[in-house]
């Protein structure tokens, strides 16, 4: 493993300590598997997002997922993390299209918004005009 992997193994170990707990009563060796197969899921978890995620991906990620509780991690925690990745998009891509229409009516309220206010400063500057004196000039 990279100085990076060591030190994002570090930090999520921090931040759940029961991962250690689990590594700690097991050989050098299994315990560097165990670190591995942890790393490429923290690794994974940190460079991708939902709409990055490929379905050749996520069957690799859920691989991991099943090898991380096989090897001992506790199944909770892991299906926690494996819940970040299922990919839902129907979801995204409607979401998508909502925000789409919303700045389209934005667009459009804006422009309107435009013309009123065009309109009311005409309309402004003819009664300011009806109010002036009459000039020679």
């Given at each position: 493993?990279?100085?990076?992997?060591?030190?994002?193994?570090?930090?999520?170990?921090?931040?759940?300590?029961?991962l250690?707990?689990?590594?700690?009563k097991?050989?050098?060796?299994?315990?560097?598997?165990?670190?591995?197969?942890?790393?490429?899921?923290?690794?994974?978890?940190?460079?991708?997002?939902?709409?990055?995620?490929?379905?050749?991906?996520?069957?690799?990620?859920?691989?991991?997922?099943?090898?991380?509780?096989?090897?001992?991690?506790?199944?909770?925690?892991?299906?926690?993390?494996?819940?970040?990745?299922?990919?839902?998009?129907?979801?995204?891509?409607?979401?998508?299209?909502?925000?789409?229409?919303?700045?389209?009516?934005?667009?459009?309220?804006?422009?309107?918004?435009?013309?009123?206010?065009?309109?009311?400063?005409?309309?402004?500057?003819?009664?300011?005009?009806?109010?002036?004196?009459?000039?020679?000039?």
């Amino acid at each position: 493993m990279d100085d990076a992997q060591v030190s994002m193994l570090a930090e999520a170990i921090t931040m759940y300590p029961h991962l250690w707990k689990v590594c700690e009563k097991f050989s050098k060796r299994f315990q560097g598997w165990m670190l591995k197969t942890l790393a490429d899921m923290l690794l994974f978890l940190r460079n991708e997002s939902p709409v990055s995620v490929t379905p050749q991906q996520e069957k690799k990620f859920h691989r991991l997922c099943d090898e991380a509780i096989q090897l001992g991690f506790d199944r909770s925690w892991v299906d926690r993390m494996r819940q970040r990745v299922i990919v839902k998009v129907p979801e995204v891509e409607h979401a998508l299209a909502r925000l789409d229409e919303l700045l389209k009516r934005h667009d459009q309220l804006t422009r309107e918004l435009h013309e009123i206010k065009s309109e009311a400063n005409n309309l402004n500057d003819f009664i300011a005009s009806q109010n002036k004196c009459f000039d020679f000039l």
